[in-house]
């Protein structure tokens, strides 16, 4: 069973409107066990319409589309798909009756136009739409199906789940269950390291399937396992699994929803540990990802945003000598920040960076993208030199997960119970 | 002219990625006046690349790619497009030369399958990449072109700006004024509110159009002229412009490329004030957004993440009191955080946050959402009692806009010079 996603508006086309609903309703289809070849997104033009859902069709069992239900006089989709079926539009009293209510109950009387909202191509299944006036549209034509849906998400997203995917389970006879995806999260390495000693894996995946996904500053690698019931799934995504996690030791962080932050908080909260964190450079993001975890505040004591030389010098304690004598961009700065802010917090482990993060301050001796990040945690005080590459906010990311990972390997071997 | 763009990668057919590179791409031709009546996005299948850009090139005069320039094994478009134009590959020595510095700049030796990205169709022109290992290529044959970038945006933004943009003006020789586009930024109210307030200009648009866009925290107000020269665009546009701003007065922050941080930057530098923030809720979020402007070591001097309570006390100076009657979250402390956090900074402006982010340590007294903002500058001293919706994240961006709007409407309406 395959599928095709088709996106209509001139408001994609020209770049106005990011398309989220074709990634929504794709990670859906693909969770469902449906395959999906080609996206294409169209303006709100019947001609065009028509040629990219008969064009599709022609390809794959099940057409979705999105957008064009609306009252408006560029709302096509409806009445292209009733022409290339054949299918004459038919009023529907009982959905005329629900959008006169939709406005009713907004104090507002239905403009004339909205009527159209209520034909539906004769024979054809409506998918109810309680946030909006649009109903959705399901017709079955031979062995084909299109199913019509709204562009706006917050309407279409709950139409999916309560109507669309029951809808392809029944036509389907996939049990969703059969496919099971994990992601594995891996920070360190870049992609062609990971491909490298994954490769003899990749070239012969077929069943799991082997994803490999680059981020700015992680990898993921997607296992997806198709099986009759979970429990086989899950042992041949175990198998494969346990293998992958061994070849690219030590380097997995977490599965799924894990976040490298999540990941840190969750072992501070096994070993009892408070943490706090001085940053120059990141101006707050490493905080900002720790304090994204809920429940963070158990273990996340303080975050200082030093900008300025003299927060430094007045908030973290770090000598004036210090930054006179080495920058405020060198190890020894880096250091006493870490130490500064632990002091101040009473935490037991803190991290802190100071860098370069452009696009201006460069020097041929201190580049954009130079970053000195300090670690102290028991006696142990070390600082590690980073040259990292990208814009402003890429370099920030970056400096913040190696400071994350930092943290979480330390806790991880070092900090054992 | 007429151009389509196409988007390879199966991590977007499987609805792991969101496919921003075809909204930029879309806007930037949509900006050139180059139409493009057609997106698609295939897998990392080589016969399936073909099909789609085969079709592509039957309808259009350009074809822009992204994805699948890498140096993996599912790296494909290079190759496709090189068959499909009947081309031999050929090692460029000089961009071999460029991939092997990229990784000793980083302190590694490049992977033998690196190499390929050095390989380019016979006779096509390369597009520099400063910020990857995979040059973009531009291949012509007849009157027909190919434009492939690589996935990640980082690197292919750049090269659109520096490489295809001149190529494509130059190409079709359109003067890229006659599409004319300006986005006005408006922050509080909400995008119904606005489309009340400009109901009748919404109507009867044609030219300029105006599309509304909802973000998390603002909304953006897209106006789209179109003229035969810079002169007239601008005519056109800068009536509509001046009555929508005075509609929506005092909520429109900015245009295009500005950030509401970006403006508040701004704003500081031109009054030579300084700024510091102390963050409950936020943890770290308000420093991020300030210090993602670049310069803004200029303005900023502190953040303060003040998570735990002893932070509160030992480092911006809340009394033991004022948290013990009045609690955490509480008008009193946000304003004793505003003002210890100045004090330490040294600044002439300060802001405070204090609140519940979620989803737990909601009551029914201080529910999640609830965040009280303090500021201070010069005699003025307030506190402002918000309650927000969303899930942890949007109340820290929420929390954050709110601060930041503060902030703006203080420096343009009570510091002016």
Chains 1, 2 share one sequence.
């Not at 019947?46 to 069709?57: C, M, P, S």
Request: contains cysteine; aromatic residues 6%; glycine residues 8%.
């Amino acid at each position: 069973m395959s599928a095709e996603i088709v996106s209509t508006g001139t408001e994609l086309l020209l770049g106005h409107t990011l398309n989220t609903n074709a990634q929504y309703i794709a990670e859906r289809l693909a969770a469902l066990g449906v395959y999906c070849y080609y996206q294409t997104t169209v303006g709100d033009n019947a001609d065009r319409i028509g040629q990219v859902i008969e064009n599709a069709l022609n390809r794959a069992d099940i057409v979705i589309t999105t957008g064009g239900l609306g009252p408006t006089m560029d709302d096509l989709t409806k009445e292209v798909v009733a022409d290339l079926f054949g299918l004459p539009m038919e009023m529907h009293p009982d959905h005329l009756a629900k959008i006169e209510a939709f406005f009713q109950r907004r104090g507002r009387k239905m403009p004339e136009n909205n009527k159209k909202q209520a034909m539906l191509p004769a024979g054809s299944q409506a998918i109810p739409n309680h946030l909006g006036t649009a109903p959705g549209v399901i017709v079955e034509q031979d062995d084909k199906v299109v199913i019509l849906l709204p562009g706006p998400p917050f309407e279409m997203r709950p139409m999916f789940e309560e109507t669309v995917i029951p809808y392809l389970a029944a036509k389907t006879k996939i049990n969703p269950g059969v496919l099971h995806s994990r992601t594995l999260k891996v920070v360190g390495p870049g992609e062609s390291v990971i491909e490298n000693r994954l490769r003899d894996l990749l070239t012969v995946q077929s069943n799991p399937t082997i994803a490999l996904l680059a981020k700015t500053a992680e990898v993921h690698v997607r296992l997806t396992a198709r099986a009759r019931t979970e429990t086989e799934a899950a042992a041949l995504m175990g198998e494969l699994e346990a293998e992958i996690r061994q070849r690219l030791h030590p380097y997995v962080y977490g599965v799924d929803e894990e976040s490298l932050a999540s990941v840190v908080g969750a072992l501070l909260n096994e070993r009892n540990l408070k943490l706090a964190i001085a940053e120059s450079c990141t101006g707050g993001y490493i905080a900002h990802q720790i304090t994204n975890v809920p429940g963070s505040s158990d273990y996340f004591l303080l975050g200082v945003a030093s900008y300025a030389n003299s927060a430094k010098e007045n908030v973290l304690a770090v000598d004036e000598e210090t930054l006179r004598t080495y920058g405020a961009v060198s190890p020894e700065t880096a250091l006493a920040m870490a130490r500064g802010v632990r002091r101040l917090a009473g935490s037991d482990i803190a991290a802190a960076v100071t860098g370069i993060a452009g696009p201006g301050g460069g020097t041929e001796e201190k580049p954009v993208g130079l970053v000195y990040a300090a670690f102290v945690a028991g006696d142990k005080e070390e600082v590690e030199k980073l040259q990292l590459f990208g814009d402003r906010v890429t370099i920030k990311e970056k400096t913040t997960y190696a400071v994350l990972n930092r943290l979480r390997v330390y806790l991880t071997e070092e900090a054992r119970p």
